[in-house]
Each structure stands twice: as C-alpha cells, then as structure tokens.
C-alpha cells in the first residue's frame, strides 16, 4: 500500500540570516511596520511581499496585536501600587465581594470612544461609507458616574454640569445608599473611589465618616486597577454600535446599554494613526522628560564643539544630531559615506540607511559606546548621548593635534600669493647680505699652505691625522689657543721662572709652581709634536722642484722598502733617545710628577674599566635570571606536555587501534605533502630564475636591432598620445553628458510623483477641513454676535419704551384729553411692535425657505455624490474585466 508522507515544501524566501534581522528589529522595535522590514531586506537583497514578513513571524511566535495602554508612572507611583498589591495580596475572595467600585466617565458623541473597521478598496479611505466623522471639540458629551459590585450594577446617573463636591455629595446620598440596598450588600460593605480632589475634599471626607463608611485606600495614578473600566468600555462599544447621531440619540443610547460601563483613562493623549492594512486605530503617546532633557545636553555639546547648525529652529531633533554626528567624525578625519546634498525630513528608509552608515564609521574609530540604527532614527537620546559626547571630545582632541599643521599650511599658502610690507624689504636685505657673504668666503676661504709628504709614515692614531691636517692649511696658533698655551716669548717665560725661583722672593704657592711647570711641560712636548709633524711636510711653491722619496724608489726598484725601514728604524731610535734624555733634563721632581700623573690616568682608566665590567655583569646577571626563569616556565610546560602526552597515550590506549593507524597514515600523507609543496615552491623559484635569465639574454641578443626597437618604440608612443588625447576628449564629453543628465534628473524630481500628489490631496482635504470648521465656527459667532446686537437693541428700545409711559402716565391720566392722546400713542406704538414682529416673522419664514433650500441642494449633490461613487465603482469594475477579456484574448492569440 503506498502512503503519501508529509514534505519539506518550497525552501523559505528568507534566509536564517535575513529572518534573524527582522527579528532583532521586531524586537528592538515592537512598532515596527512589515513594509519596513521589506525595505529593510531589500536594501539587503531579498525581495519579500508582506505576507512572507507575516508567516516569517509567525513561526517565531509573534502576531499582530493592538498596544496595550498603560498609565505613565513614576518611580512614587509604582512603590505606591506595590504597597497596595503586597498588603491585600492574602486578601480572601469574600473580602473583594464586599467592596462597591466607583468611577466617572465621559461618553463623546463624536470622537475616539471606538474604533470600528470596514471592508474597502485601497484607494476607497476617503469615501463617505468608510469615514467615522469628527467635529471640533467632540460635538456635544455626556457624563456618567456609576458603581458596581459582585453582586451587579448599581445606579448610573448622568452629570449636568460641572461636578464639585456638593454635588458629589447629593450623588452619593442618591445613588450610592441605593444601590446598595438593591443589591443586598449587608452591613461591612467597603467604598472605593479614586483620588481626585473632589474625592478626597474634606468635607467629602466628613460627610463619608458621618454616615461611617469605611473607604478603600486606593493608590494614585492607578485607575488600570479599577475593574470598572472594563464596563465603561463595554458600555462604549455598545454605545458606538447604535451611531448616534445627536446628543439626543446620545442620552437614549445610553439609557439602552444602562447596564455596561466603559472608562477613558485622564491624562492620556490619545491620537488617530492607521495601520499597515490601514486600519484606523488608536495609540498613546507621551512626552519623556529624561529624553528631553538629554536632547537638551547633545544640543549644547554640539553648539560648544562648534557645530552652530544646531542653532536652527526650522530643523527637527533627528536633523540636527546626525548632522552632528556627521559633522564631528569628518573632524576627526575619518571618511562617511553621505549624500552631500543633504535632504531634511527624509523617509524612513532614507533615516534608516543613513544611521547604518554613520554607525559602520563609529568601530573604525573605536568607540567605546554601542549604537544602534533604530536608536538614532528612534531618537533615543539616553544611547545617543554618550556617543556624542565621546565623539565631541575626539573632535576637540583632533582639532587640537592639527591646528600647528592647518595654521602653518594656512600660512604657507597665504604667503604664497600674499606678502607684507616688511617682507618685501627684508628679501632685498637678503640678496645684497646673502651676495656678501659669498663675497667674503670666497676671498678668505681656506688656502693649502704645506702638503704632507709621501715617504712620511702614515699617522696611526686619528688625533695626529687632525692636527696634522690643521697644520696643512696654518692652524697651529689655534691649536695652541685651544689647549690654552700663553702667547708668551720664551724669554718672557724665563724672566717669569727666574723671579719664581729667586730665594729673597715671597713664598710661592706650590700649586701655583706645580701647576706653571706642568704648562712648560705640556708646552715643549706639544712644540716637539708640531715639529716632528711639520718635517714631514713641504711648502706648496717648492714640493715641485723636490725629489720625493717615491721617485728615489723608483729609480733604485726593490731597495726602497729597504730604505723606508731604515727610516722607521731612525725615527724610533730618535723617539727611544728622546724619552731617554728628558728625565735627565727635567730632573727628580717633575719626573715623580710625571709619574704620579701617569699612574692617576691609569686609575681613572681602571676605574673606568671597573664600572663597564660591572654593568657586563648585571646585564649578564640579569640575562642569568631571565634564563632561570624562562628554564622554569619551560619546565613547567614541559611538565604539563608530559601529563597531556601521558594522557592522550591512556586515550590511545583506550581508542580504536584501526582509526589511530589510519590517522597516523593521514597525519604522514600530509606532512609528505607539505613536503613535495616547499619542494615544488622551490623549483617553481629555480625555473623563474632561470626563465628571467633567458629573457636578460634574449634581451642582449636582441640589442643589435636597438634601431628598430626605437622605432617601435617611437609609434607606439604617438599613438599612446593621439588614444590617450581621443579618451581625454571621451571623458569631457561623458562629464557633459553627466552633468545634463543630473539637470534633466532634478527636473524629473522636482515634478511630484503619484503618491506625492495623493499625499498634497489629503493635506489639502485635511487642510480644508479644518478652515471650514474655523470658518463656519466663525460664522456662528459673527451670527450668533448679531443675533445679540439685535436683541439688545430691542431691549434698549422696550425699556425705554416702558420708561416713557412710567414717567407720562400721570400726567396723562390728569385730564381727558392727555389720555385720550397717550392712549392714541399706545396704540400707534403697538402697531409698530405688530408691524417689527411681522418683518421679523417674515425673515424668519425666508431664512427657513433658504434653509430648506439649501438642504435640498445638499441632498441633491449628496445623491450626485452616491452615484459618483456608484459609476467610479462600476466603472473599475468594467475596466478589470476588460483587462481580464484583453489577457484571455491574448492567450488565445498567442497560442
């Protein structure tokens, strides 16, 4: 028997990944719409219709429900509604029997009491039969008080007036006591009202402990926990359903549904919005004071980092922080991809693909904070805020690491086009100082006095190789300066040391004496220095007529090496008796000295040796205890490498010996092939090496034919040149085409679209609407202001009719004839009064044809209307069965 099993169907339009996004968004932001999502998954590549969006979430859960409206609370007003809920939290139900809830509402005979839906077309919104009509100011209202219990309903009384609280009083008093007694309630009744100020008045509070009621405590801002809201609305829907259509169909729907209450929450602003099917329905909105408040800080951070834009009254709040945020990561010297023709009030979508584009940069200069899209197009100040305030501070930081550098840039490039006075002048001073200065080194430039001599030895150390050159170009006496010999004459030097030594002369310092001999010392060995050096050199005027020890070498051939040791050998021998003869000379004293200062040279030299060597040591010693340190980690992870070999051998040991082995031949097959992989790298190296080397020979192979190859060259250059000249020309002429094709673009945008034109429509039908219901209100005044006119002036005009008769009527009635003559005078005044009543009469009987007549009118254009209606209906249905006509014959005709 063959069973059909159940399949896996189409595979799904979104993506996991895609059906992840829209699920974070529905998440992060409840209201959102499906065609949002759509948009979304289209900028991302995936093309759904809204039923996809629908199923998609479905799966996951979720459904399309109407928000729940709740009152605003504060942090007081929870903690009070806690209280309320622990303390009568074990409450037995027979205690919640006892309590008679209580409440006020007001009914509007035109409003947002209810919603009601109807079946449509999608361009049918606006047709009469599926509109609820509204006026200004609800269009009349009644107001109810009612209570209720377990046990049923109480009495529901309708309010004239404003209640204040003897009226509230007289309400209880009539209704409350009653309605007790009919429900049999018994005695330990409990009453429950809210806290409005007439509620909780103190004389209210009197009357309700002279007749001993005891009330329920009842939390403020809590009327959601009155379950007598329930029956408000129902009585409201009910209500609703009947249409009434003035405030006396208004009171006799009420007198039907007496038995149901509905409530409207106080302090709500309840405003119309549609949904994504169209549907009329109802939300509540409500200004955060936290949000303000940090929309008022981003501003003034903005207005101190310098982005004065924020100043504009006409931008809205979404404007003015993205700009901000633009603006400041454009300090910061980071690149965003924005359109530069920035468009206020944007789109959704637009707001949207903006925000992901702002928030992509804010990683790459690692910020701190996370944000989100939704949260900058949702303007949630509380996340914005530390962004902007992180972002503000690294503009600030930024601008205060480039302003040296864009001040001197600003300054080079002001000086390259621009100078002062004074700078003009000091570049003339310049040439003629910097041509002096030429001047004068070019005349006193240094000149080669003597020239040391090729048969001298080469000077070992480089100090010798120094003076010597100085001596070359006549440097002695500055040498001399510089070690800080006196220009004195020996004989000066004699005098000097003679006066020293005579014995009638005043004791001399012996540091002084030591000191001068010291000098004399130094001196004469320097001298001896600068001789030994100068015999070695020869004047630049006579070394040409000179025979050098070169030539000599040459002329005697291989007896020159011979000859240039011998000199060596005399020089050292001269040096050896030099050194001889001068203890000799100086005598024991300055030769202890000598030794002396010899010995303190060779401390400071051991001395010195002593610190290097113990540096070496600690870097050695501290190396030493790096390497223990290191020896012990390694020890440690050998260790550890021991135990983890120990184990995996235990592992091997309990594992499969069939899988080792054929993992041991993969782990073999692999390291083989990493191998033969260096191996062929390499010999992919060799071959490259020698294939550029075949090429280098080709290309010297090929270097007889240079001529021709020029030649190539020189063609392949012209016409790189005209290819390169003709796709300079192409460009120009794509850049003009560009720039026509971005005017006839604006053109396009500047001319209103289908829906653009749809949406003008009802801003002007709205529009209209509300100068019309200002206007007639207008009107009403202006009649209603006349009207008044007319009736204060009759009234002037009776009361000093009346006022005149009072004061004649004694008079008159003294004689026949006055009164005669006064009652001639009632009577022509009566007349006139009948005359006014029947103008009065007679324009009222006019204004009423008029009326009549206008009302006809009305319902002649309303029946014009209906049938408007009817032929457009008719007429798109003719046309969706012609199309259904023209694509059958279309299937046949191609078949």
């Known amino acids: 028997m063959t069973v059909n ?69 504060k942090p007081a007003h929870v903690q009070a509604r806690l209280k309320f809920a622990n303390d009568h939290l074990d409450d037995p139900e027979e205690e919640w029997e006892k309590v008679m809830w209580s409440d006020e509402t007001k009914i509007e005979l035109f409003g947002l009491n209810s919603t009601r839906r109807v079946w449509r077309k999608k361009k049918d919104e ?61 005695r330990g009744w409990v009453f ?88 009329l329905i109802q939300v509540e909105t409500r200004e955060d004071e936290e949000q303000s ?35 400041c990561i454009t300090t910061c010297n980071f690149d965003i991809d924005v359109d530069l023709l920035f468009q206020e009030n944007s789109t959704i979508g637009q707001k949207i693909a903006l925000t992901e584009k702002i928030v992509s940069v804010l990683p790459k200069m690692k910020c701190p904070h996370r944000l989100e899209p939704h949260q900058i197009q949702g303007l949630d100040f509380i996340h914005i805020f530390p962004v902007i305030q992180w972002l503000v501070k690294r503009a600030i930081e930024t601008r205060e690491e480039m302003g040296d550098s ?46 040391r001599q090729v048969e001298a030895g080469e000077l070992l150390d480089e100090e010798s190789r120094v003076h010597s050159t100085l001596l070359e170009y006549g440097r002695m ?65 006579t070394e040409e007529g000179r025979l050098m020890a070169s030539t000599v070498g040459q002329i005697v051939g291989l007896q020159s090496e011979e000859i240039k040791q011998i000199a060596s050998e005399y020089a050292e021998k001269q040096s050896e008796r030099s ?56 020890t440690e992870q050998t260790e550890g490498l021991e135990k983890e070999l120990s184990a995996l051998e235990e592992a091997e040991s309990q594992a499969d010996t069939g899988l080792l082995e054929k993992l041991r031949a993969l782990v073999g097959m692999n390291e ?47 016409q790189y040149n005209t290819d390169r000249e003709k796709l300079q020309k192409i460009r120009l002429l794509m850049a003009q085409r560009n720039r026509e094709i971005a005017i006839l673009q604006r053109k396009i945008d500047e001319v209103p679209s289908r829906a653009e034109l749809t949406q003008y429509q009802k801003r002007f039908i709205e529009l209209y609407g509300q100068v019309s219901a200002t206007h007639k209100e207008t009107k009403q005044f202006f009649t209603l202001y006349n009207t008044l006119d007319d009736k204060k002036v009759y009234l002037e005009k009776e009361v000093n009719l009346l006022n005149s008769i009072h004061d004649n009527f004694q008079q008159a009635m003294a004689s026949l004839g006055a009164k005669e003559q006064f009652l001639r005078q009632m009577e022509q005044i009566v007349e006139g009064i009948k005359q006014s009543c029947i103008k009065m009469e007679k324009k009222k009987q006019e204004n009423k044809m008029r009326r009549d007549q206008l009302n006809d009118e009305y319902l002649e254009l309303l029946d014009k209307q209906r049938l408007y209606f009817k032929t457009v209906k008719d007429f798109k249905e003719e046309c969706r069965k012609n199309e259904m006509l023209l694509s059958k014959l279309r299937t046949k005709g191609a078949s």
């Open 5 to 73: 099993h159940p399949r896996s169907g189409a595979p799904c339009k979104i993506s996991p990944r895609g059906a992840s996004m829209i699920m974070r968004k529905v998440r992060d932001q409840p209201r959102t719409t499906r065609q949002d999502l759509v948009n979304d998954l289209k900028r991302a590549g995936t093309t759904v219709s809204k039923k996809t969006i629908s199923n998609t979430l479905r799966r996951h859960g979720l459904k399309s429900c109407s928000a729940r409206k709740v009152p605003l609370l």
């Open 579 to 634: 050194a001889e003869d001068r203890p000799a000379r100086y005598g024991p004293v300055q030769q202890h000295r000598r030794i002396v200062t010899s010995l303190n040279k060779q401390i400071q030299q051991k001395t010195k040796q002593l610190e290097e060597l113990q540096a070496k040591h600690l870097e050695v010693k501290s190396g030493c205890e790096e390497a223990k340190s290191k020896l012990m980690e390694a």
């Open 192 to 279: 429950q009202h809210d806290n409005d100020q007439k509620h909780t008045a103190r004389a209210t509070k009197e009357w309700l402990r002279k007749k001993h009621r005891k009330v329920l405590e009842w939390p403020i801002q809590s009327p959601d926990l009155n379950p007598i809201e329930s029956l408000w609305r129902e009585l409201k829907v009910r209500i609703a359903q009947r249409q009434p259509r003035n405030l006396k169909d208004l009171e006799k729907s009420n007198m039907a549904a007496i038995s149901v209450f509905h409530r409207v929450r106080t302090g709500s602003k309840i405003g119309a919005q549609y949904d994504q099917e169209g549907n």
């Open 126 to 186: 606006y047709n009469p039969k599926n509109t609820i009509p509204t006026v200004k100011h609800g269009g009349g209202n009644i107001i109810l008080w009612g209570c209720f219990s377990a046990k049923g309903t109480g009495r529901l009384h309708r309010i004239e007036g404003r209640m204040d609280g003897a009226m509230y009083h007289e309400i209880l008093n009539n209704n409350l006591l009653p309605s007790v007694r009919a429900l049999k309630m018994g």
């Open 672 to 718: 083989n092939l990493k191998h033969q992989e260096q191996e062929f790298r390499t010999h992919c190296r060799e071959e490259m090496v020698r294939l550029q080397q075949n090429i280098e020979d080709l290309k010297m192979e090929s270097g007889d034919d240079t001529e021709d190859e020029k030649e190539k060259c020189q063609l392949i250059d012209k």
């Open 477 to 541: 006496s500055d040498y001399l300066l510089r070690y800080g010999f006196s220009k004195q004459t020996k004989q000066d030097q004699a005098e000097e040391r003679k006066a020293l030594l005579t014995p009638g002369s005043q004791a001399t310092p012996p540091g002084m004496t030591e000191g001068l001999l010291e000098e004399e010392d130094l001196q004469a060995a320097e001298e001896l220095r600068i001789k030994t050096l100068m015999t070695s050199m020869a004047a630049m005027a």
């Open 406 to 451: 864009v001040r001197a840039y600003s300054v080079s490039q002001f000086q390259k086009t621009h100078s002062f006075p004074e700078d003009e002048d000091f570049l003339q001073r310049k040439e003629k100082a910097v041509k002096a200065v030429l001047d004068v080194s070019e005349v006193y430039k240094p000149q080669r006095k003597y020239k």
């Open 293 to 327: 408040v940090k929309l008022a800080e981003i501003l003034e951070l903005l207005l101190a980092a310098g982005y004065f834009r924020a100043r504009i009254k006409g931008l809205g709040p979404f404007d003015k922080v993205v700009g901000g945020m633009t603006w």
